[in-house]
């Protein structure tokens, strides 16, 4: 285990280099500047010494160098756009309301798929099974961001049950978690489905039932366990998408997080902003992998990490 684990952080830690190294060359190879859209605002000169300022006048593998050595040691500048505000600052200010945004989704996400996924499998109605397949079609169909303009103006605009801007109360995380959590849901429902009825064949399942044990015990017992291992092997990547944020649900939503933070920095060139969130969003998902690995492991002995 403790190999594994080195091994997975070494190179987990190559895979986060390899990033921002791509990440750094693309974003300064883009024609533009971050001060482009203030052509009309700042004098030629003030826009040079804030170039100088920066660093931007130099050779960008000196840039490239620095950026690194200061981000190892937990330094990732400041924003280019907000002058004086410290990257971390910005991350720190947005991070808490993408991840209750994100873990509401999850929640729905996992609770909603693994419930529709049992209830296909065991059921002896059609019309159930193609109800559950036709909102796995609808989920893998239908963008998030067009159900999430569907949704908002039916119960926002006509009906107006939902709030439509902002996360200020519970009603707000409605809509945006419903709209994060329908393409999950498609996918958690099809794999609960096919791994449930491939581990109701198994022979410890008759066993288990052999033993006079109550069908709805042997299926939270026995067949659920297994049955959602792949489950759990798609939870980890869902979890880190989610909770570091959806960037056009935010966006449409108002939510001041760091999904909309990530537009605003891109549109506006805001270099420091970019790369600081690209590393935050590849360090998570390589953790929530490896935790993922982890927990699949425990779940099932005969998994063995290597």
Same mark, same amino acid.
């Given at each position: 285990m403790?190999?594994?684990?080195?091994?997975?952080?070494l190179i987990?830690?190559?895979?986060?280099?390899?990033?921002?190294?791509?990440?750094?060359?693309?974003?300064?190879?883009?024609?533009?500047?971050?001060?482009?859209?203030?052509?009309n605002?700042?004098?030629?000169?003030?826009?040079?010494?804030?170039?100088?300022?920066?660093?931007?006048?130099?050779?960008?593998h000196?840039?490239?160098?620095?950026?690194l050595?200061?981000?190892?040691?937990?330094?990732?500048?400041?924003?280019?756009? $907000?002058?004086?505000?410290?990257?971390?600052?910005?991350i720190k200010?947005?991070?808490?309301n993408?991840?209750r945004?994100g873990?509401?989704?999850f929640?729905?996400?996992i609770?909603? @798929?693994?419930?529709l996924?049992?209830?296909?499998?065991?059921?002896?109605?059609?019309?159930?099974?193609?109800?559950?397949?036709?909102v796995?079609?609808?989920?893998? /169909?239908?963008?998030?961001f067009l159900l999430?303009?569907?949704?908002?103006?039916?119960?926002?605009?006509?009906?107006?049950?939902?709030?439509?801007?902002?996360?200020s109360?519970w $009603?707000?995380?409605i809509?945006?978690?419903?709209a994060?959590?329908?393409?999950p849901?498609?996918m958690?429902?099809?794999?609960?489905?096919?791994?449930?009825?491939?581990?109701m064949k198994?022979?410890y399942?008759?066993l288990a $039932?052999s033993? @006079?044990t109550?069908?709805?015990?042997?299926?939270? $017992?026995?067949?659920?366990?297994?049955?959602?291992?792949?489950?759990?092997?798609?939870?980890?990547?869902?979890?880190?998408t989610?909770l570091?944020?959806?960037?056009?649900?935010?966006?449409?939503? /108002?939510?001041?997080?760091i999904?909309?933070?990530?537009?605003m /920095?891109?549109?506006?060139?805001?270099?420091?902003?970019?790369m600081?969130?690209?590393?935050?969003?590849g360090?998570?998902i390589?953790v929530?992998?490896?935790?993922?690995?982890?927990?699949?492991?425990v779940?099932?002995?005969r998994?063995?990490?290597?």
């Open positions: 403790g190999k594994y684990l080195v091994k997975r952080l987990g830690a190559v895979t986060l280099l390899a990033l921002a190294t791509i990440t750094f060359f693309l974003m300064h190879a883009i024609p533009g500047s971050p001060f482009a859209g203030e052509t605002k700042l004098p030629g000169v003030v826009k040079e010494r804030l170039i100088e300022q920066y660093g931007l006048n130099e050779p960008i000196i840039q490239y160098i620095k950026y050595g200061n981000a190892l040691r937990g330094d990732f500048g400041t924003s280019l756009n $907000r002058r004086g505000r410290q990257v971390v600052d910005i200010s947005g991070l808490p993408t991840a945004l873990a509401v989704a929640c729905i996400a609770g909603v @798929g693994i419930l996924g049992t209830v296909a499998a065991f059921s002896k109605h059609r019309w159930v099974n193609s109800a559950v397949a036709f796995a079609t609808i989920g893998v /169909s239908i963008p998030s999430a303009l569907l949704m908002m103006l039916l119960f926002g605009v006509v009906l107006r049950w939902l709030p439509i801007v902002g996360l109360s $009603r707000h995380y809509m945006p978690g419903i994060l959590a329908l393409a849901i498609a958690i429902s099809r794999l609960t489905k096919t791994s449930l009825t491939e581990v198994q022979d399942m008759v $039932r033993k @006079g109550s069908e709805l015990m042997v299926i939270i $017992r026995h067949a659920l366990k297994n049955a959602l291992i792949p489950v759990v092997t798609y939870a980890g990547p869902l979890l880190a989610l570091t944020g959806s960037f056009v649900i935010e966006t449409l939503f /108002s939510v001041p997080g999904g909309a933070e990530f537009v /920095s891109v549109s506006n060139r805001d270099y420091t902003m970019i600081a969130l690209t590393i935050f969003y360090t998570f390589i929530c992998n490896i935790v993922t690995d982890l927990i699949t492991a779940l099932d002995p998994i063995r990490l290597r």
